[in-house]
Each structure stands twice: as C-alpha cells, then as structure tokens.
C-alpha cells in the first residue's frame, strides 16, 4: 500500500512540475506580441522553465519540481515600423523573442509529460481501489 502512495506523490510532483511549465509556455504565446511602448523599453522576454531533481526522505525517491523560470537570452528580433511608438532612430522596434512554433512544440511535449503522470495516478488509483474491493 505505501508503494501506491509513493507512486501517487511522485507522479503528482510531475504533474505539478509540468503543470507550472504550461502556465509559462501560455504565458509566452500570450505575449508573442507584446511590444514596447515607448523607445528604449525592452519587449517581453520568453521565459523558460528548468527543473531538478530532489530525494524526498519520506517517499524513499526522487521527485521532479521546478529549479528555477528564467528570462530567455536570445537577442530580441527587430522590425522596422518607424511609425511605432517605441521605434528607435532608425525605424527598428525590438519585438519578444517568442517562437510560436517552438512554444507549440514546448507545450506537446509538456502535454504528453503530464498526460503519462495522469496515466500513472489513474493506474495506481484503480490498484487501490482493486485492492479495497479484495478486503471486503
């Protein structure tokens, strides 16, 4: 029985881990067009989400949870509307350095990390449930 409870918490840290992933990822598209408003403003900068592994004394295992989000460092790309607010002396106004496609990317494989953590809460869960049914 304490296996089934350790399986539950350490696919419910996955679950959490790659749920905070998604909220950044969202956060991303979000802002993919964001820009600034007035000239020397930075636009918004991709976030990316980094993760670690920890030993949980009471479960015996490691467990996954989020080391840190930090501001991606990629130049930001530049576009040239010198009718923008923010436009600097040339015409160029920097725009977020957010890919659609590797955010898309990104978040299908955020998406499968936390479908297969659901996938073992929902097997352990009808482990327990097998196992209650046999006691009574």
Do not use: C, W
Request: avoid cysteine.
């Amino acid at each position: 029985m304490d296996d089934v409870m350790q399986t539950l918490k350490i696919s419910a840290a996955g679950l959490k881990a790659q749920g905070t992933r998604l909220r950044v990822i969202a956060e991303n598209v979000a802002n993919a067009n964001s820009l600034p408003l007035a000239p020397g403003q930075a636009p918004y900068q991709r976030r990316t989400v980094s993760f670690r592994s920890v030993l949980d004394d009471q479960v015996g295992a490691k467990m996954v949870e989020v080391a840190r989000i930090s501001g991606d460092k990629a130049p930001f790309p530049r576009k040239y509307d010198p009718t923008h607010p923010a436009a600097d002396a040339q015409g160029y106004v920097e725009t977020p350095n957010v890919s659609s496609l590797i955010e898309m990317a990104d978040m299908r494989e955020a998406q499968r990390s936390y479908e297969a953590n659901l996938s073992v809460i929902k097997a352990s869960k009808a482990m327990l449930q097998e196992t209650v049914d046999i006691l009574r």
